[in-house]
């Protein structure tokens, strides 16, 4: 367990606790990461939606980003969603030991966890839910809600998917610290398994999302305790080439298509080699983020959009959506998707979006501050929160296993409203006493989870 400490001195349980009782600093460098992708994510999504109003009424939905031939391979580098993963696996385990070191269960994880990702979303359902059921009553042509309704449902996967990954932390955290290499390589190999027999039994192809993001949550583990951190920049660079050899063999052999927007949904091993490589560049870029995240106006700019991330990640998309949906209704120019002019409206198309994003920010941003709770508290019954997790997941595999309607929207919001009420306040957990001369009266009452200053309990 030598590889363990971080740079081959420390020892990050050690580190873990002490931080956890002097009160830890958030990482910038992962803050800039994070930031990185989500808004890569923005910018790629008003390069690709492209509605089309046909002549007989009808509407489409065009990917013109995948129809470029060019793209293709663009898309090893920019397809960032395995990065999210590694960044929630750095965070997710730091956040639990320092909540065990505090005293805190699973329990209390699971509770904060669901309360830090359901409340964003539920806000975007109980919005979409009335709005299209209104335009369906006003006679809005169903394609088009249809269409909005997709929108909101295509963001709606990664929630469900960085939740289960997020909530299997303290079970994978345990079996990390037992046996790492053990503990990825099944999970590696569960992944080739399903990837076998996905072909025979197609339905099984969805156990990948467990498994993939699962895996690639690991490597963010070994990063939180130093692995990379103490490897030469040649054997980095050498992980980096290696993994992205591999990910060249197996597609090129058509084992797996070289687009990257195929083998996201649902993921495949091509996922968890990016994983890998991308937390390799991580590490070796880190020393440039780290000079970076001293330039204040960077550091300004990353942590207002850090503090609202989940609802911009939620929003955009179904903002973008639901705009070009109804400039198809009206007699707005509607250049043809991949013609010149249609890429110059992109800068356009872009600013509008963050334009609407802002109210919603003002609105629902506050859903994102981290959950507190009146001193006397109580956590809930582990039955509660168990139960707000099944129905936070159902309507979550409705859509993924049909496809998301206003119906389900309204069901949607109605599950994610309960799943928040059962959740109720965040736990204290039972505080060990202090050795030393008795305290004053008053105190010695715990404070309240999370601890001021840790805001990084409950980052997502």
Known sequence: MGFLRHGGSTDPAKAVAGQAATGARRDPVIDIARFFCLTLVVLSHCMMVSPVLHADGTVTTE????EQRWFEPVLWCLQVMPLFFVLGGITGLESWRRLQARGGTGVDYAQLRLLRLIRPATALLAVMFPGLFAAQLLGVHPQVVQLMATG???PLWFLAAYLAAQLSVPLLARLHGHAPWLTVSALVAAVIAVDSLRGAFPLIASLNMV???CAVQQFGFFIADGFLAGRSSGWLVGLVAGSNLLLGLITGAGVYSGNM???????NLCMLLLGLSQAATLQLLRPGVAWLARVRWVMWMVAAAGRRSMTIYLWHLPLLVAMTGLLLLSDFPKPAAGTAAWWWARP?????VVLLLVPVLLLCGRLEERPTAAVHARGRAPAAVVTAGVVVFIP???AALNGLSVALLGGGAACFMLAVL??????EPAQTPAVGPPAKPGAGRPMPLPEPGLRANVES
């Open 63 to 66: 990917n013109t980003l995948m």
């Open 152 to 154: 909101a449902g295509m």
């Open 211 to 213: 498994f993939v993001w």
């Open 261 to 267: 927007i195929v083998n996201l949904n649902p993921p």
């Open 348 to 352: 356009l198309v872009l600013l509008a």
């Open 396 to 398: 979550m595999l409705d």
């Open 422 to 427: 059962l959740l109720g306040r965040v736990v």
